[in-house]
């Protein structure tokens, strides 16, 4: 039951950037989102990656991988899109 529970929670939030993405990728605006937020997030989600592999644990390494692979994106539009 622990491991359901702290999975849908990492499916939810990681999830949670591909509207984010997909709006942007639409409209080719970022000026309403924060680049600073989206580097501190994003470095936070690096570190959790960098501990999921330091303790061997594949729901951490997989959900943080894949955030981090939305969260790029969206940092690069943001710079593109200016």
């Known amino acids: 039951m622990i491991t359901l ?5 990492a499916t939810l939030t990681t999830v949670s ?9 639409k409209t ?7 680049l600073f937020m989206y580097i501190l997030f994003g470095s936070g989600v690096l570190m959790w990656l960098v501990y999921g592999v330091l303790i061997k ?3 951490i390494i997989i959900a943080n991988a894949v ?10 539009m943001k710079l593109i899109y200016k």
């Open 5 to 9: 529970i702290g999975s849908i929670a």
């Open 17 to 25: 950037f591909v509207p984010q993405a997909l709006k942007i990728l």
């Open 28 to 34: 080719k605006q970022t000026h309403d989102i924060s």
């Open 57 to 59: 644990s594949m729901p």
């Open 67 to 76: 955030t981090l692979c939305l969260i790029i994106p969206i940092l690069v």
